[in-house]
């Protein structure tokens, strides 16, 4: 065999030890024991020592060395493989391990102080995972930003300098469409009880209609929506609430967004470094344009209506048109996964600040809750009422993932590009949307963007796909124009 075979037989088999630890992570959040958090976290920490060994192993450097490539794919799974090495060698072994045993017990430790309202019980556990996440990020800029370390990790070649300065561009405009929208007249919520085995019957119906395939996948309930898995195993959460219908039903096809780019990259990449998707910003483009621009479209509203007076009967809603309106009303709210289109950004920028403090250490998380809740009481004017609907509110924090946030903005920024594309390539889109019918946009997103896994870096994914550099212009004309229309502006 040659080096370049060796290398990527290895790589199989690491990668192939890596989705079963995220399998173990699935399992942890749906249907684990509760009493089963310590020894889950000793199983996670023994499965990590074992992928940083691999990650780090000495004969990945040699083969690394003496590969040749014969082509495009193999340039990339190279150069791939070689930014995981030389990241994974600069984090010390016991390091690796102690965080995956220290965020495993932190999620469930975060879980019961949610449902407490108890930050006291958290902040403790929280210390410990930021002290850590810093030793790691130090180890990885090695002098340099310690945040941009950590930030690779989500959105490799970007900067948290870069993301600052594409939100300053984006919060003025951002903060005038609220203030505008915000003082119209609000359209009428949904009122009602909504049974939940009809919920999820229905949530069944919309993951296959945006493409999942159940063969390959499940629908489960957990405390936040999550998409886990990658290849022939990709598994997607969603939550109900019995007032709230839309909860379930958005955050399932913002999840079957992400798992169908994990079933939509080239099986020829299964378990290899291109067998996931780039970027977690590139992730989000998916599930946001198939939350948003798809599932929030005037078109597929009208479907979805239908679909829910079948299921439910009259709810209070009187037609589609009033139902549109309700679906993308723009209301005061606390929880960044329940936000409307206009202020979902401002929910990101507050969580980037925070981290990045954080991490800098101009912040301390004693002072968290506070910083929090100030600076939302800035940002949109109103107090929060409970840590659930405040700094308890995302799992992200409890398990480690510092540099996760910013790429739910980055997000929705490469998905106004890709939409912007998509309306020119598939005219008869509206048309299709309407009778549900999401094919023309998701096959030329597969097209265009999933079947690539992690052959392009993220930006390039986004400029190949939309034929225009990323930029948050596309986004911000796509809202302004939809929210100044809904409401009149």
């Not at 210390?127 to 370390?149: F, H, I, N, P, W």
Request: charged share 20%; proline share 4%.
């Amino acid at each position: 065999m040659t080096a370049f075979n060796d290398l990527m037989a290895f790589q199989r088999e690491t990668s192939a030890l890596g989705q079963i630890a995220g399998r173990l992570g699935w399992d942890q959040e749906t249907v684990m024991p509760r009493g089963a958090a310590p020894q889950r976290a000793e199983e996670m920490a023994a499965i990590e020592a074992v992928l940083h060994a691999r990650k780090s192993d000495p004969r990945v450097a040699e083969w690394l060395e003496q590969a040749v490539p014969q082509d495009e794919v193999g340039k990339a799974q190279i150069r791939e493989i070689r930014r995981a090495y030389e990241r994974a060698v600069k984090v010390p072994a016991d390091l690796a391990t102690t965080i995956a045993r220290v965020t495993s017990a932190a999620q469930g430790t975060w879980a019961q102080a949610r449902a407490d309202e108890d930050v006291s019980a958290f902040l403790p556990v929280l210390e410990e995972v930021v002290s850590l996440k810093r030793q790691e990020g130090e180890a990885l800029a090695q002098g340099g930003d310690v945040y941009d370390a950590m930030v690779e990790d989500y959105e490799p070649f970007t900067t948290g300098a870069q993301i600052a300065a594409i939100f300053d561009k984006m919060r003025p405009r951002l903060v005038a469409l609220r203030a505008a929208v915000l003082d119209r007249p609000e359209p009428a919520a949904l009122n009602g009880s909504f049974e939940e085995q009809t919920q999820m019957r229905l949530t069944q119906k919309l993951a296959t209609t945006f493409g999942y395939d159940l063969n390959n996948g499940r629908v489960d309930k957990a405390v936040h929506p999550f998409s886990s898995g990658s290849g022939l195993d990709v598994r997607i959460t969603t939550r109900t609430s019995e007032t709230d219908p839309f909860n379930c039903f958005y955050s399932t096809i913002h999840e079957v967004g992400h798992a169908a780019y994990e079933q939509g990259i080239d099986k020829a990449y299964l378990l290899t470094p291109l067998g996931n998707g780039v970027s977690m910003g590139v992730h989000e483009s998916q599930s946001r344009i198939y939350e948003n621009q798809l599932g929030r479209s005037r078109a597929f509203t009208g479907w979805l209506f239908t679909q829910m007076t079948e299921a439910f009967g009259d709810f209070g809603i009187a037609n589609a048109d009033a139902f549109y309106a309700t679906v993308n009303r723009v209301h005061n709210g606390y929880i960044r996964t329940e936000a409307d289109e206009v202020q979902y950004n401002l929910h990101i920028m507050l969580r980037f600040d925070l981290e990045r403090a954080l991490m800098a250490g101009d912040l301390q998380v004693s002072d968290l809750e506070s910083a929090w809740n100030d600076r939302f009481k800035a940002d949109f004017g109103y107090a929060v009422d409970k840590p659930s609907n405040g700094c308890l509110q995302d799992v992200h924090w409890s398990v480690g993932l510092f540099g996760y946030f910013p790429t739910y903005s980055l997000g929705n920024v490469y998905a106004g590009c890709l939409y912007q594309a998509l309306r020119a390539a598939v005219p008869w889109l509206d048309t299709q949307l309407a009778e549900g019918d999401t094919l023309g946009a998701t096959g030329w997103l597969r097209d265009q963007v999933q079947q690539h896994g992690g052959l392009y870096a993220p930006r390039d994914v986004i400029a190949r796909a939309s034929g225009v550099e990323p930029g948050p212009e596309p986004l911000l004309s796509y809202l302004e124009e939809k929210f100044g229309t809904l409401y009149g502006i």
